[in-house]
Structures are given as C-alpha cells and as structure tokens.
C-alpha cells in the first residue's frame, strides 16, 4: 500500500473505552428513531443470495451476521468500493486522502445512485460517537489496521467484519477483502463474480499485449518522503503489472524497513528503480520535475528513453485503492500509457486520461 498510509492514527484504547458507552446508547437511540436503512444500486443489485445467519471468519475470531445488513458502516479506507459494485451503498465511509465526495473516487461515484454517504475520519482514532449516531447493523473494515482490543470494542456492540486470519496490517489482497465483504452482505457468489472478472480482464489484456511479457518493471511512489522515494517489491501492491505480464525488479525487498514494507531508496541509489519500464504514481502541478531533480533519476535509462510513466493522481488512487473498480480503471487508462513506455514514446509528463 502507499506510504500515505503511515500517516493513519489508531485509535488509543483509553479512547476506546471512553467510547464504549457512548456507542452502545446512541445507536439505540438512533436504532428507535428509525434511521433510513442502506439504499440498494451498484452492479449487483439483486440482493442476498447467501441464507442468512452468516459467518465471516477473519483475524480476530468468527463474526455472525444475523439478517442482511441494512446500514453499513466503512471503518476502513477503501471498502466502500466494493460494497457499491455489490450493490450496497455504505451510511458512512473513511477518508483516506484526496478529499473526495463522500470518499468515493470517480470509478465508483456512478455507483452511488445519488447517495450521500457521511465520511468519516481515521486522523485522530475512531470516531466511535459519530459511528453510534449512524445506527450501523454491520461495520466493515477489512482494510482499516484494527487492532484487536478496537475491534473487540466495536464487535461487542455491532457485528464488525475484519481481514482474513494471517493479514497484517493494511495489508489484505483485494481478492481476500472482496470476498470477505461479499460474505457480510450476503453476496458470495456476486463477488467470487467481481473477482473472476477482474482476472479475466488482466488476462485478456496481457493476451493482446504479448509485448508485456517477461519485461522488468519498477513501481514507485511520485514524491519522495524525508530524503526518501519508496518504491514496491515484487509482491506488494504490484499485481497491476505481473498481471499484464510483466516481471518486477528483484531485490527492492532487502531495502524495506521491514517484511511488507516499501522499500526505502535514497536520492544515492536511485540507480535500484532501472528497469525495462518504470512507473511513478507522481501527483499534482509540477510533480515530475520535483520527483526527477532526486537524485540521478534525469539520468534513469528509463527516464531517458520514453520507457516512464507518470500518472495523474486519479490513476495513483487507483493503484493505491487496488480494489476490483479501481484495477479495471487502471486497466483502461494505464494499459495504454504502459504501450507508449514499452516502445519508448512515453511522454515524461502526466498524462491524464479523457474518459
């Protein structure tokens, strides 16, 4: 995931407890004041087709959601978009960045079907009163960092769905998420049908474009951070790529802080991005002159050679975002860009798609 997220607070557990009982009689309240339940829309508008009690198993334990969730509650940062295609429209999302309406980016605003969902805020913890005054009968955060004594807290109270057992922090595969909110809202075969679309699509596109196959790619974030640029080992966050049939550059993993981590590349050794095709997620007025004056990138063979790509920041989020929505948006507007790199005619500016 991209280093943005590190600038994510959690919630302090005397927080949390201060919080408890405020959640607990405010959403009775609001519970009794009959708030407007979730309005359907999205791709997948039929309903539940899971027999309801289900059972989402996760990190944590086990959840049992009782009866089709009705308000729907995203604790984490990038939920909502496949709750939408599903056909479930969140009371309320999380703010990650880019201050977007209702949290939602322009691949899934459609979805939306004229909701306003409220946006909540991870910036200073969990917003425990404001989620109690939303009356959720199901709170979602495959991809919110809970610690266990948060979701312990919020569990008690409301059926909280978390990642799948074994993830670590911000980091569950959008295939484990899709389907772990799919089974929340009773969707199960709806999402194993975003998932198998999503990969037929990748393979597709890899099947037309034979002259991505076996070239090394970079990833890397378009800013550098405190003297540092981080950039993504095979692995994470890189199925953009190795999906369309590229390979990633070895060996960026040993610079990383820690296992899971980007790695940290120094404006000395800029040299570690050199690769057949490079992307950077740049960002913003004046992004690629102030990510190309770090270090020796000017001089990168892939910077000189048109074989760079430089997103808009539409196209970060989607990377960033990495959701089934997300991945056919960058399937449409980079697969393009990524043809122009491999034969050397890339531009080295942002190219923002038209559509």
């Given amino acids: 995931m991209s280093v943005i997220m590190s600038r994510r607070s959690v919630v302090s557990l005397a927080a949390l407890s201060a919080a408890s009982s405020a959640l607990a ?27 309801f ?57 459609d979805l939306l079907g004229g909701a306003a969902p409220e946006v909540l805020s991870q910036a200073d913890g969990l917003q425990l009163e404001r989620i109690a005054a939303l009356a959720p009968d199901l709170i979602v955060g495959t991809n919110a960092g809970l610690t266990r004594e948060q979701y312990e807290t919020l569990s ?36 194993e049908a975003l998932i198998s679309g999503v990969q037929d699509a990748y393979a597709r596109a890899a099947a037309e474009h034979p002259e991505f196959a076996g070239k090394q790619a970079t990833f890397s974030q378009g800013s550098p951070y405190s003297g540092v640029l981080y950039v993504y080992p095979d692995g994470f966050s890189t199925d953009f790529l190795t999906d369309l049939g590229f390979r990633m550059t070895p060996g960026l993993e040993s610079w990383a802080a820690e296992p899971g981590q980007q790695a940290q590349i120094s404006a000395e050794r800029t040299d570690l991005l050199g690769a057949d095709v490079v992307v950077f997620a740049t960002e913003g007025d004046g992004a690629v002159d102030r990510l190309l004056d770090f270090g020796t990138l000017r001089s990168l063979p892939a910077v000189e050679q048109g074989r760079a790509v430089y997103t808009d920041s539409v196209l970060s989020g989607a990377i960033y975002f990495n959701t089934p929505l997300s991945r ?28």
């Fill in 328 to 355: 056919r948006y960058l399937l449409e507007h980079l697969t393009p860009q990524l043809v122009e790199a491999v034969a050397g005619r890339a531009p080295q500016d942002m190219v923002t798609p038209t559509s």
């Fill in 25 to 51: 009689a405010c959403g009775r309240e609001d519970a009794e004041a009959g708030a407007e339940p979730t309005a359907p829309g999205g791709s997948s508008s039929a309903g539940p087709t899971d027999a």
């Fill in 156 to 191: 008690a109270l409301v059926p909280t769905v978390t990642s799948v057992p074994g993830a670590e922090r911000y980091s569950s595969s959008w295939v484990d998420q899709t389907r772990q909110i799919a089974r929340a809202v009773g969707r199960s075969a709806a999402g």
């Fill in 53 to 109: 009690p289900v059972t989402v198993a996760h990190q944590f334990g086990e959840t049992v959601v009782p009866a089709a969730p009705q308000r729907v509650v995203v604790v984490g940062l990038t939920e909502q978009d496949v709750l939408l295609e599903l056909g479930v429209v969140p009371v309320a999302t999380t703010e990650w960045y880019g201050e977007r309406p209702h949290a939602v980016w322009p691949w899934a605003t």
